[in-house]
């Protein structure tokens, strides 16, 4: 059969048509996705392996009545074209586009934005207690993956709600695990008998009448439940008992290509009162050989083309995680203290060649930020010293170990902050635009922002053999190719690129192009401008206390509170120079390119020089 993704009912047709058409539908969407995000770019891999999976929650369950919360969100593209969104994905991921992750505002059948990892089973565990207080009745869904199951705050909600009974269905969409068919089999053939209605109607009424018969029946009743218990565990496998023994009803593993057992397993999980997980196992990639083979590398990719699963665009230049990646393998050569710690993202990183070269010095915790920096507090108390690769906005995860385990010991832990600023089409739940303010609220850690990939080495080498204490080093994504010439090296202090009477331009790190530019124009225009490099954001050292010029303007890819432009205004309020500060806006920034991005909050270096001479009008 046939179907128009952008126009028909696929919500009506996946509960009403037969499995042999919707073998057909599944194909469809898979085509759809490979064909749309080639041109756009996406997350590919995650939803290719998910699509028969989320075709028959569908069709089991009634959203948005029933609620169905995607974790991190990558594999939520075939639910959004499956509740009517397929006819925009021509603008998927783009500025004022469609999202690549769940939005309540694009959709009521989005349930909860996500973008972060294991945060689905929690909040499906706020939605069933709200659900029941109000005594409403409907289902709520969280779908993870094995990844995110990886994290902390999983395994607390989990707790939370095998310890409540709250009546949950979670999907463990598993990618990375094959079952053989003899154990697939009779594990479905368990499911079915232990979900069955006559099952199930049967277990409780015979507990019923046992407890009925006069001063042995709860005994017996009692007897027969221990020895029930004795021979589950003897059967289930390792993960069934794990959730069993939280109070979760536990079906699984099953195939998730098979729409009939699919169907089977959602219902029955629909039909128990109570906690149940559903474990599916899945293929990343599945249905597109390039993806199937380079998962890692379709996980989230740009547009490429389809035929040759080639990448269109290529980086004018290495990026900043692989410039990170290959000196800490450098340094590591030389110093054999030094580990490399990742939250799941070691290639994303640029620790590929340092796991290949160093892997007894490779510790890859999973998708757990905090375990990763309290795992590096314990590495540096002991005479290591481990350098803590993560994205900006998962760093913010680890706060507290920040703070409590490694600042409060001054310990030389490096956290290598990737992905700081502006990110680009993953939109607000990515952007790197807090660290500098969550930072720099904490004592004695040093914070380093280089301008170029060149600075970002001579950062990571000062951060490892000349600093004693803590270390943040923040690079953007993208390139480290700029436009500047080469900044004289760095050794620990802020850099002056010219001096300028009229106006004096301080750079944070990746805003020294947009500065430049800007400093051109405001020259072109008769005003003497000056710019420095600022590399050490802190410990703040007022170097321009006494600065002889007009107007110092600070910019900077973070936000203003808390940000380098606020501790500059306040330190110098009562310097003889006015003050304007450019960075990010205070509010939740869409996705878009990181030119779009900027432009939208005022920082290119057209918008900054076009600040400063009206603010020179106005003084005029």
């Not at 998910?50 to 369950?61: G, I, P, Q, S």
């Not at 099953?254 to 559903?278: H, N, Q, R, W």
């Not at 600065?547 to 009562?574: I, K, P, S």
């Given at each position: 059969?046939?179907?128009?993704?952008?126009?028909?009912?696929?919500?009506?047709?996946?509960?009403?048509?037969?499995?042999?058409?919707?073998?057909?539908?599944?194909?469809?969407?898979?085509?759809?996705?490979?064909?749309?995000?080639s041109?756009?770019?996406?997350?590919?891999?995650?939803?290719?392996?998910?699509?028969?999976?989320?075709?028959?929650?569908?069709?089991?369950?009634?959203?948005?009545?029933?609620?169905?919360?995607?974790?991190?969100g990558?594999?939520?593209?075939?639910?959004?074209?499956?509740?009517?969104?397929?006819?925009?994905?021509?603008?998927?991921?783009?500025?004022?586009?469609?999202?690549?992750?769940?939005?309540?505002?694009?959709?009521?059948?989005?349930?909860?934005?996500?973008?972060?990892?294991?945060?689905?089973?929690?909040?499906?565990?706020?939605?069933?207690?709200?659900?029941?207080?109000?005594?409403?009745?409907?289902?709520?869904?969280?779908?993870?993956?094995?990844?995110?199951?990886?994290?902390?705050?999983?395994?607390?909600?989990?707790?939370?709600?095998?310890?409540r009974?709250?009546?949950?269905?979670?999907?463990?969409?598993?990618?990375?695990?094959?079952?053989?068919?003899?154990?697939?089999?009779?594990?479905?053939?368990?499911?079915?008998?232990?979900?069955?209605?006559?099952?199930?109607?049967?277990?409780?009424?015979?507990?019923?009448?046992?407890?009925?018969?006069?001063?042995?029946?709860?005994?017996?009743?009692?007897?027969?439940?221990?020895?029930?218990?004795?021979?589950?565990?003897?059967?289930?496998?390792?993960?069934a008992?794990?959730?069993?023994?939280?109070?979760?009803?536990?079906?699984?593993?099953?195939s998730?290509?098979?729409?009939?057992?699919?169907?089977?397993?959602?219902?029955?999980?629909?039909?128990?009162?109570?906690?149940?997980?559903?474990?599916?196992?899945?293929?990343?990639?599945?249905?597109?050989?390039?993806?199937?083979?380079?998962?890692?590398?379709?996980?989230?990719?740009?547009?490429?083309?389809?035929?040759?699963?080639?990448?269109?665009?290529?980086?004018?230049?290495?990026?900043?995680?692989?410039?990170?990646?290959?000196?800490?393998?450098?340094?590591?050569?030389?110093?054999?203290?030094?580990?490399?710690?990742?939250?799941?993202?070691?290639?994303?990183?640029?620790?590929?060649?340092?796991?290949?070269?160093?892997?007894?010095?490779?510790?890859?915790?999973?998708?757990?930020?905090?375990?990763?920096?309290?795992?590096?507090?314990?590495?540096?108390?002991?005479?290591?010293?481990?350098?803590c690769?993560?994205?900006?906005?998962?760093?913010?995860?680890?706060?507290?170990?920040?703070?409590?385990?490694?600042?409060?010991?001054?310990?030389?832990?490096?956290?290598?902050?990737?992905?700081?600023?502006?990110?680009?089409?993953?939109?607000?739940?990515?952007?790197?635009?807090?660290?500098?303010?969550?930072?720099?609220?904490?004592?004695?850690?040093?914070?380093?922002?280089?301008?170029?990939?060149?600075?970002?080495?001579?950062?990571?080498?000062y951060?490892?053999?000349?600093?004693?204490?803590?270390?943040?080093?923040?690079?953007?994504?993208?390139?480290?190719?700029?436009?500047?010439?080469?900044?004289?090296?760095?050794?620990?202090?802020?850099?002056?690129?010219?001096?300028?009477?009229?106006?004096?331009?301080?750079?944070?790190?990746?805003?020294?192009?947009?500065c430049?530019?800007?400093?051109?124009?405001?020259?072109?225009?008769?005003?003497?401008?000056?710019?420095?490099?600022?590399?050490?954001?802190?410990?703040?050292v007022?170097?321009?206390?006494?600065?002889?010029?007009?107007?110092?303007v600070?910019?900077?890819?973070?936000?203003?509170?808390?940000?380098?432009?606020?501790?500059?205004?306040?330190?110098?309020?009562?310097?003889?120079?006015?003050?304007?500060?450019?960075s990010?806006?205070?509010?939740?920034?869409?996705?878009?390119?990181?030119a779009?991005?900027?432009?939208?909050?005022?920082?290119?270096?057209?918008?900054?020089a076009?600040?400063?001479l009206?603010?020179?009008?106005?003084?005029?």
């Amino acid at each position: 059969m046939i179907y128009d993704l952008e126009h028909d009912d696929l919500l009506q047709a996946v509960k009403e048509d037969n499995y042999a058409d919707l073998e057909d539908l599944c194909q469809q969407i898979r085509d759809f996705l490979i064909d749309k995000i080639s041109k756009t770019g996406g997350h590919l891999a995650s939803n290719l392996g998910a699509v028969e999976l989320t075709v028959m929650l569908h069709r089991v369950f009634n959203s948005p009545e029933d609620k169905i919360i995607f974790d991190v969100g990558h594999q939520s593209y075939v639910h959004k074209i499956l509740t009517g969104r397929a006819s925009e994905f021509d603008t998927l991921r783009q500025y004022k586009g469609l999202s690549g992750f769940p939005k309540a505002y694009e959709s009521p059948h989005d349930a909860y934005d996500t973008g972060h990892s294991s945060t689905s089973i929690g909040a499906a565990a706020g939605y069933a207690a709200a659900r029941d207080l109000k005594g409403e009745f409907n289902q709520v869904v969280a779908v993870i993956g094995d990844g995110a199951m990886t994290g902390g705050l999983a395994y607390e909600a989990l707790n939370n709600i095998g310890s409540r009974k709250l009546n949950v269905k979670i999907v463990l969409n598993d990618n990375e695990m094959s079952i053989a068919k003899n154990v697939g089999a009779l594990s479905s053939h368990l499911t079915r008998l232990r979900t069955s209605d006559n099952y199930l109607k049967a277990k409780s009424s015979v507990k019923s009448t046992l407890k009925t018969i006069p001063v042995v029946g709860s005994r017996i009743s009692g007897n027969i439940s221990a020895t029930k218990e004795r021979i589950k565990f003897s059967i289930l496998s390792d993960q069934a008992v794990f959730f069993e023994e939280l109070g979760i009803k536990y079906i699984g593993p099953i195939s998730g290509y098979d729409l009939e057992m699919l169907d089977e397993a959602f219902t029955a999980a629909k039909a128990i009162d109570g906690p149940v997980i559903v474990h599916v196992t899945t293929k990343k990639g599945k249905g597109y050989p390039y993806s199937e083979k380079y998962p890692r590398k379709f996980h989230g990719i740009g547009p490429f083309d389809k035929d040759t699963g080639e990448v269109l665009a290529k980086s004018e230049g290495p990026s900043y995680s692989k410039v990170f990646g290959h000196k800490l393998n450098q340094l590591a050569d030389n110093n054999d203290k030094i580990v490399a710690i990742t939250a799941a993202m070691g290639t994303a990183t640029g620790l590929g060649p340092f796991y290949k070269d160093h892997p007894e010095r490779f510790f890859d915790v999973g998708i757990a930020e905090q375990v990763a920096v309290v795992f590096a507090a314990g590495l540096a108390k002991a005479g290591m010293v481990p350098v803590c690769a993560i994205y900006s906005s998962f760093l913010q995860r680890a706060y507290d170990q920040i703070v409590e385990d490694v600042c409060l010991q001054n310990l030389h832990v490096i956290f290598a902050i990737d992905r700081a600023g502006l990110v680009g089409a993953d939109g607000e739940t990515h952007h790197g635009v807090f660290d500098l303010s969550y930072l720099s609220s904490v004592p004695g850690i040093e914070i380093l922002c280089p301008a170029d990939g060149n600075q970002l080495e001579e950062m990571l080498d000062y951060a490892v053999n000349v600093c004693k204490g803590p270390v943040a080093i923040r690079y953007p994504r993208g390139s480290s190719v700029s436009e500047h010439l080469r900044i004289k090296a760095f050794t620990g202090d802020n850099i002056r690129l010219t001096e300028g009477k009229d106006v004096t331009l301080l750079a944070v790190g990746a805003m020294m192009d947009p500065c430049l530019k800007a400093a051109e124009i405001l020259r072109e225009n008769g005003l003497d401008t000056g710019v420095w490099n600022v590399g050490r954001v802190k410990p703040f050292v007022n170097t321009w206390k006494d600065l002889d010029t007009r107007l110092v303007v600070t910019a900077e890819d973070n936000v203003y509170n808390g940000g380098f432009g606020e501790r500059f205004a306040a330190e110098n309020q009562h310097a003889d120079y006015e003050v304007m500060s450019v960075s990010v806006p205070d509010e939740f920034v869409e996705q878009g390119t990181v030119a779009q991005l900027r432009a939208q909050c005022g920082m290119t270096g057209e918008q900054i020089a076009e600040g400063v001479l009206k603010k020179f009008e106005r003084k005029a």
